[in-house]
């Protein structure tokens, strides 16, 4: 039964069909499909047409001969309406489809690299993939890493393509942009169950700049809902250095793709290579000490000696370096190499303010894979400006006395940008004292020239809908920094009938009160290991020692639910919201272009047991160098033109200033001369002096906003003045034009995301030399579905043929009884 119930699905069209469950007829035409007793009607009627004019018009036919005549007319006449409604039939049936394999492959630059792996090794994976070795072996270079794999999809012996074309049903694609993945050619046949090796080999490229492999693993997930994907096999060499990360949380790609990635390595494990990275803070204050970190990562070099060397090119306003074309020599030194990685520590302070450039190179070593990552470069911002803080409260608590004293003392703040409202104090103190402000009801130029605001306990009543607005708007568009403080009078559910409500990282119900229980401990959660602020200490251990410093809390303001663009970097030991989640006690979101950080609580002062100031100011410190570091500070934050900081060689580079007026309100077009701002764009430094400017015009694109796009040609690093047209000042922003690609940064395989990414799928590592036990390894549970598929009978040669077969019988039949009863 089983063999006739395939074959009756194989001439249907269906493959691997186990069973039936229902036959129906139908019909494909529209004009048919909705009304099919119509059909049958007009095949009635035009039957009996076919009758009534035998017996009616043609008397000379008697008898038998007829009724065989008007049978034959009547069936004829409604078999073509029959056809002309386009017969089908509607199948329900189980069957056991090929299972979806996707073929995964790395299209970046990375897989054009020359790997020298030795005469022995090199030898033993030509062998494994076929590949022939060039006739000229004295002057022959090593293969490309896309060459092994070339060979390894052209392999006449036991080829994998093929092999796994047995099994499953193959779709190919490469990886060579930072969006997604694209399509590769298929067999030259139409159907879709077959690749052929030979093409999908030619068309691999090392195009890519980078190597996205989060945002490939993403497309797949979004192209394979509607299918059944068995699993991935991905070639390549894992070097992930663009986009989102492929593994790690819940929501990851790798977890969102839901099934077994193969992951085959391309590329050596280990090489001689020596990598320099930079560890520096990207902003500080004039004629401060800060520390520089140049960290060495090698390979195979061990006990070599790597000179290393770091500069400093301070930029003044103008765009010329402060000093030589060569910048300053900030220090060189010998280093060992007896570690995997190497910490070289530099002392620095800068004695003009502005914008640096840190280089940090190392001599090449003999013998290196690659040499474009022997240096690394980092921007540093010096300021001799200051931050302007405003702490608007109630009254005063504890946490704003001791905040007060924390940044009177600090360099970027100091006593001059530290201002407070408390709604509470003598109206004549604000008014005397400079270190209040008389009212929040101040010029819209003066609170806009703030950079990170406090908002503490303070009652609904006292913020006016025109104040929360301005503070919305300072963090959306202006980037400003905003840290909400819970109180024990009113609480954060003050703000929930505010406008301020849209900026929370959770959500508080009007009137929700504090919660005081038993004393708890706040619990850090794995995501405060991305922020700084949130690092009191040097180690974990000394990290945890100081958390545990802020000792045991009373009470806490409970929220209802988390933003979901929230992260939550503390929270509570024990209690829930309704959806399960722990209470959060420390949040951060964007807002805008701004961050909003929530604490759920005002008593980080207790942060200053045992240890005086050391943790507290590091918390805070670190918190307004977020915050209000991060975009321009005071009232430069009117003016500002913004790029990419890196741009490759050949890509357009898109130029936007945000302009605004004196009250910090978008700048009209009227009020700048030809709707266009007037720049110049100085090229790369020549020999012996700055490149001669070219002069840009930056049309208006929106209120407040003017836009344009500059062509490049040229690596090296470009500066752009713009001039306001209110201040005659102007404005400076730098780009890099990369030479290099980012794909020769690693001179190895990342084995260990390889790995990671097989382990957390549910799949297996391989590599060139194991890869060929890959189709007889993977172990996929049959699919059994059942489908409901309307096959159109004509579409089948042989339902063609028989209808037409029929077709002709009948006119033949008629014919020949018209031609024996003597009728014309």
């Known amino acids: 039964m089983s063999s006739f119930i395939r074959f009756l699905g194989a001439i249907l069209g269906l493959e691997n069909v186990e069973s039936i469950q229902q036959i129906r007829p139908s019909f ?42 008007a049978i034959l007319r009547g069936v004829t006449l409604a078999l073509l309406v029959i056809i002309l ?41 030509m062998a494994a993939v076929e590949l022939k070795p060039s006739a000229d072996k004295a002057s022959a270079e090593p293969p490309r890493r896309v060459d092994y794999v070339q060979a390894l999809l052209k392999k006449q012996d036991q080829n994998l393509v093929r092999r796994l074309g047995e099994k499953y049903r193959l779709r190919a694609f490469l990886f060579d942009r930072r969006d997604g993945v694209r399509g590769m050619a298929l067999s030259k046949s139409v159907t879709e169950t ?40 991905a070639f390549g060499d894992f070097a992930w250095n663009s986009g989102p990360s492929p593994i790690g949380s819940e929501q990851s790609p790798v977890a969102r793709l839901g099934v077994p990635v193969y992951t085959v390595g391309v590329g050596p494990e280990a090489a001689l290579d020596l990598r320099v990275e930079l560890a520096a803070e990207t902003t500080t204050k004039k004629g401060e000490r800060i520390s520089i970190g140049v960290k060495l990562s090698q390979s195979q070099l061990d006990g070599q000696t790597a ?24 220090g060189e030194r010998s280093v060992r190499l007896d570690k995997a990685e190497t910490m070289v520590d530099f002392p620095f302070e800068p004695q003009e303010s502005g914008r640096y450039e840190l280089v940090a190179e190392v001599e090449p070593i003999s013998g290196e894979q690659v040499e ?54 003598d109206p004549e103190v604000r008014r005397a004292n400079p270190l209040f402000i008389p009212s929040l009801d101040m010029e819209r130029s003066e609170f806009f020239a703030n950079d990170v605001l406090f908002l503490g306990d303070m009652p609904q009543l006292a913020l006016s809908p025109a104040y929360c607005d301005w503070v919305k708007e300072y963090v959306d568009k202006f980037g400003g920094g905003l840290v909400i403080l819970a109180g024990a009078v009113h609480g954060v559910g003050e703000l929930s009938n505010t406008p301020l409500a849209d900026l929370l990282p959770v959500s508080v119900e009007s009137g929700e009160p504090i919660r005081a229980k038993e004393a708890f401990r706040p619990r850090l959660t794995p995501a405060a290991t991305n922020y700084e602020f949130m690092q009191l200490g040097a180690t974990p251990e000394e990290n945890t020692a100081a958390w545990d410093n802020l000792g045991q809390l009373n ?110 309100r978008p700048l009209p077009a009227d009020r700048v001369a030809g709707r266009k701002l007037q720049a110049k764009l100085f090229p790369p430094s020549g020999t012996g002096g700055v490149g001669q400017p070219q002069e840009l015009s930056v049309p208006f694109s929106r209120p407040g906003v003017f836009e344009t796009q500059v062509p490049l040609v040229g690596g090296g690093e470009y500066r752009v003045l713009v001039t306001d047209p209110l201040t005659k000042t102007e404005s400076e922003v730098r780009f890099q034009v990369e030479q290099r690609s980012a794909e020769r940064q690693s001179a190895v395989r990342n084995v260990m995301l390889q790995k990671q990414i097989a382990d957390q799928s549910g799949g297996r590592p391989y590599d060139l030399l194991t890869v060929g036990k890959l189709p007889d390894e993977i172990s996929v549970k049959a699919l059994v579905e ?39």
């Open 28 to 69: 494909t035409e529209s004009w048919a499909s909705s009304a099919p007793f119509w059909v049958f009607c007009a095949a009635a009627v035009l039957a009996a047409v076919g009758v009534v004019t035998y017996y009616r018009f043609e008397p000379a036919a008697r008898g038998r001969s007829r009724l065989a005549l």
């Open 85 to 125: 409604a386009g017969p089908a039939l509607t199948i329900v049936f189980t069957n056991e489809p090929k299972p979806l394999m996707y073929l995964l492959f790395d299209g970046s630059d990375s897989m054009a690299i020359r790997d020298n792996l030795g005469d022995e090794q090199q030898q033993k994976l």
């Open 194 to 233: 077959e690749l052929d090796p030979a093409l999908l080999a030619d068309d691999l490229t090392t195009s890519g700049d980078v190597t996205a492999l989060g945002s490939a693993l993403e497309d797949l997930a979004l192209r394979h809902k509607k299918s059944q994907l068995a699993g991935v096999v």
């Open 307 to 330: 000179k290393v060397r770091l500069t400093a090119v301070p930029r003044k306003a103008g765009g010329t370096p402060s000093s030589d074309v060569g910048g300053i020599r900030v």
């Open 372 to 425: 474009e990552n022997n240096k690394a470069r980092r921007d540093l911002t010096v300021t001799d400006d200051f931050l302007r803080l405003l702490f608007v409260a109630n009254e005063p608590s504890w946490e704003w006395r001791f905040v007060k004293e924390v940044f009177h003392r600090d360099k970027l703040v100091g006593t001059r940008g530290f201002r407070t409202f408390l709604r509470s104090s």
């Open 555 to 664: 009470w806490y303001q409970p929220a209802t639910k988390r933003h979901f663009q929230a992260e939550v970097l503390a929270e509570h030991p024990t209690d829930k919201m309704a959806n399960g989640e722990p209470q959060p006690l420390i949040a951060v979101r964007p807002y805008g272009k701004g961050q909003v950080v929530y604490l759920a609580f005002d008593e980080m002062w207790r942060l200053r047991r045992r240890y005086g100031e050391q943790y507290y100011r590091q918390f805070w410190g670190q918190l307004i160098h977020r915050l209000g570091l991060k975009h321009a500070v005071g009232s430069q934050k009117r003016f500002v033109p913004r790029t990419l900081s890196r741009y490759s060689e050949g890509e357009d580079v898109q130029l936007t200033v945000e302009a605004f007026d004196e009250n910090f």
């Open 786 to 824: 059942t489908t409901t598929k309307t096959v159109p009978l004509l579409s089948a040669w042989w339902a063609t043929l028989l209808c037409l077969l029929v077709l002709v019988g009948l006119a033949s039949a008629e014919w020949i009884i018209r031609k024996l009863v003597r009728l014309p």
